[in-house]
């Protein structure tokens, strides 16, 4: 399989490649020449098949021939072997026509550990066949750095710096990255928010003697491969509701929209999803792109679901892409627009396109602490802000078809322990395995939102010492 960057202007690679490099050389996203579709006695086969096993094979055919199916079979069974749920991805009834996939059962509590897990055991494999080692540089709202911590320390061949903005994630979400005593990690707490994170991650990539020096790489969803490795649950979810002989509906709770980008491709593979509903906070970029086709970029305004507290979202390029017909010179084009001007003029014909598969809702602190009160008082399930969002738009939903919604339990309750008890009185506490986090001694290194100075510290801490 081989992957072409969104705007046209990168070298194109195979898997191994884009694993590597993280983000195209053009500021673009890797995107697969190819959809590796599915007929339906196709997916029929992977059902009941355990979550490393069907993992392993819906990503196959992106990895193609950087990873044999089964040396990719035992990184996905290494991956998901410490996850504290047998199904690893286990799917609960809410009421008769909504489930949730709780995807918080990995060592982090939260989804990223799904992909994240495996990609640390692929940076491991293709590193070593490689005889490589590289630098990682990743900006989080709360849960991408500590999964992508828990997946990459004390992995010789790799330094990880994750920036987060300060003050801006939960207390346990911070202290589940600060708290990791591990000398190949690095943490920089930036003052400003995810967006400035963000931004400053793409502009060390643009320095191209800094990624060249580090080589850097990526393990936000701008890497292609944190897409890939997402894809398994919705078909996991999906299989379990009856597809390929059942339609289904996913709700997702986004702020980088990568989650729900996932969806969109297992869909595209052949999978028969009707709707992609989409839930937000008060950082509503993505509603109000779906409802007015208005994409415009106010400032991040911190939230209860600090995770979803972005307004530029990256992989709305990878839609993007898809929507204008995979034309690079035109995505280039509107996504140089939106950096300019803060507004993207999305054609209209592609907004349309968009609508048609998705539809979104946006819920203010006030309406999520009640959306976790209304789904604990009337089902008994807590919710984690994030999920309650997730699951209030599925529930909002009004489908033309009786395709079962499935919403995307994100994070655990225990991430969030002080929005949960606002609003349901009662406290969630932390696993066994993270009982001590509170009290930990926390490492992390302050810096200014300005470039120069994060480079100079990243530059200082992977010369620190020579396991590079
Ligand atoms: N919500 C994320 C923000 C980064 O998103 P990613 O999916 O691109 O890694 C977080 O919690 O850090």
Same mark, same amino acid.
């Given at each position: ?34 959809? !590796? ?33 089964? $040396? ?19 799917? $609960? ?64 061949? =790799? ?6 903005? @300060?003050? +801006?994630?939960?207390?346990?979400? +911070? ?9 190949? $990690? ?7 928010? *995810? ?13 191209? &003697? ?21 894809? !398994? ?44 509903? =989409? ?17 415009? %970029?106010?400032? /991040? ?16 390029? +990878?839609?993007? *892409? ?27 014909? &592609? ?18 602490? %009640?959306?976790?009160?209304? =789904? ?44 949960? @008890? %606002? ?30 100075? /994060? ?14």
């Amino acid at each position: 399989m081989r992957y072409f960057s969104t705007r046209g202007q990168a070298e194109p690679r195979d898997f191994g490649g884009v694993l590597l490099a993280g983000l195209a050389e053009d500021g673009g996203l890797f995107m697969p020449e190819s959809w !590796p579709e599915r007929s339906a006695a196709e997916w029929r086969a992977l059902r009941d098949l355990p979550y490393a096993e069907l993992a392993a094979q819906v990503m196959h055919p992106f990895v193609g021939e950087t990873i044999s199916l089964d $040396v990719l079979r035992g990184l996905c069974e290494r991956a998901y072997a410490g996850f504290n749920h047998p199904a690893r991805v286990p799917m $609960v009834q809410l009421d008769s026509g909504l489930w949730v996939q709780e995807l918080f059962h990995g060592p982090t509590l939260a989804f990223k550990d799904m992909a994240l897990q495996l990609l640390g055991q692929l940076f491991e494999h293709v590193l070593t066949e490689r005889n490589e080692t590289v630098t990682i540089v990743g900006a989080t709202s709360g849960d991408t750095g500590s999964a992508a911590i828990e997946a990459c320390r004390d992995r010789s061949r =790799i330094k990880i710096a994750i920036l987060h903005p @300060e003050g +801006r994630t939960s207390e346990v979400q +911070r202290r589940q990255m600060t708290t990791v005593d591990a000398s190949n $990690v690095f943490n920089i707490a930036v003052d400003g928010t *995810f967006d400035d994170c963000q931004d400053m991650v793409k502009g060390l990539f643009a320095d191209t &003697a800094f990624r060249g020096d580090m080589k850097l790489t990526a393990v936000n969803s701008i890497n292609w491969a944190r897409i890939a490795a997402q894809i !398994p649950y919705y078909v996991a979810a999906a299989l379990a509701m009856g597809a390929p002989d059942r339609e289904v509906a996913f709700a997702v709770p986004t702020g980088n929209f990568g989650n729900v980008l996932a969806a969109w491709a297992a869909r595209r593979m052949g999978l028969p999803v009707s709707k992609l509903i =989409i839930g937000s906070n008060r950082n509503d970029i993505l509603t109000r792109f779906l409802a007015a086709n208005d994409m415009t %970029a106010k400032g /991040v305004a911190p939230s209860l679901s600090p995770s979803m507290d972005i307004q530029v979202s990256s992989n709305f390029e +990878r839609l993007l *892409f898809e929507l204008v017909d995979r034309d690079p010179t035109v995505t280039a084009q509107l996504m140089q627009d939106f950096r300019k001007t803060g507004h993207m003029p999305v054609p209209d014909a &592609a907004w349309k396109k968009a609508t048609a598969l998705f539809q979104g809702l946006a819920l203010s602190d006030a309406e999520t602490s %009640a959306a976790i009160r209304q =789904i604990h008082d009337t089902t008994g399930y807590l919710a984690d802000p994030h999920s309650a969002i997730g699951i209030a738009a599925g529930q909002a939903a009004k489908l033309p078809a009786p395709a079962p919604v499935i919403a995307m339990a994100t994070a655990h309750p225990a991430k969030f322990p002080d929005a949960v @008890e %606002a609003a349901t009185g009662i406290r969630p506490s932390l696993p066994p395995h993270l009982a001590h986090l509170m009290t930990g001694e926390e490492r992390l290194t302050r810096a200014p939102n300005d470039l120069a100075s /994060v480079e100079s510290l990243i530059r200082a801490f992977v010369g620190r010492n020579d396991q590079l």
